[in-house]
């Protein structure tokens, strides 16, 4: 008779290795069931706080602050928002932008808020610095600038500007002249001080009249204006002293290094009474 074979037991080493190896396996596939849960329900409430949660549900979420003059239902217009309105849809970046554009401000700042939901814009008013002049599509029209020379409505700048001192005036304004603009208003404070209108013709030349001066020609919006605001700066502090009580009917500055005065005749002194 043949003995029966019988399967020899492993080695208590290689036994533990495979215990081992089976329960690696059995955690890894517990830990992706639990991955899995976890995913779908991250994925399920995220939808739901995207659509109920983090959302703009009324107006009273939208907050307004900063300025004097524009409120909430502005804003809400010119964003064109509607209610309810997910809150990570809104860009804060592109939101103010558009608001920047449509409102009468100088800056706008957006930012959102998740607990409690709410949408925050944080706006600077425009000051009106000069009374100003533009030819609209009804001929001329009333209104003012602002520091950055951009044009304001009679009614977005009245009773905003001072009216402590002779408001400087802006004949001829056009949105391409705004940058040339600018830089004579913001150039020095003796020119802000000094200055009583700046004027732009119809082919783009630039004048001012001083209140020391008169009228100066200042010439072409081309890369030279800086070097001429600074030769006038010069003159409004220098030039009055020198004439002398003679008066200066105009100044030239279209070549700021050779400056053209235009000075009006002294008239001759009475002669002496004779004497017997």
């Given amino acids: 008779m043949r003995a029966v074979s019988q399967a020899q037991p492993l080695p208590p080493g290689v036994e533990r290795r495979r215990q081992l190896r089976v329960q690696r396996r059995n955690e890894l596939l517990r830990n992706a069931w639990r991955m899995l849960v976890l995913l779908s329900l991250s994925a399920g409430l995220g939808t739901l706080l995207l659509r109920y949660g983090w959302t703009l549900s009324s107006p009273e979420q939208v907050e307004v602050e900063g300025s004097s003059h524009v409120g909430r239902e502005q804003v809400i217009s010119a964003a064109d928002l509607r209610f309810p309105q997910p809150l990570l849809s809104l860009e804060p970046r592109r939101l103010a932008a558009s608001l920047k554009q449509e409102l009468p401000v100088e800056d706008v700042q957006v930012s959102r808020w998740m607990a409690p939901p709410r949408l925050r814009v944080t706006l600077v008013d425009r000051q009106p610095v000069a009374r100003a002049q533009r ?64 004027r732009f013709e119809p082919d783009g030349s630039l004048w001012v009249e001083s209140a020391r ?20 700066e010069h003159l409004i502090e220098s030039l009055p002293a020198q004439l002398q009580g003679r008066t200066l009917k105009a100044i030239d ?3 700021p290094e050779q400056p053209e005065l235009a000075v009006a005749a002294t008239p001759p002194a009475a002669p002496a009474d004779a004497r017997p």
Avoid: C, F
Wanted: net charge positive; hydrophobic share 35%; charged share 30%.
């Fill in 213 to 232: 001066l008169g009228s100066v020609r200042l010439g072409p919006r081309d890369e030279r204006l800086e070097r001429r605001l600074e030769v006038l």
């Fill in 135 to 198: 030819r609209g599509p009804k001929g001329p029209e009333q209104g003012y600038v602002d520091r950055q020379g951009h044009w304001m409505s009679a009614n977005q700048g009245r009773g905003l500007i001072s009216s402590t001192k002779e408001p400087l005036v802006v004949l001829g304004w056009q949105e391409r002249h705004r940058a040339a603009l600018r830089m004579v208003m913001e150039h020095s404070q003796a020119l802000s001080a000094d200055l009583r209108q700046i």
């Fill in 253 to 255: 500055l279209s070549e």
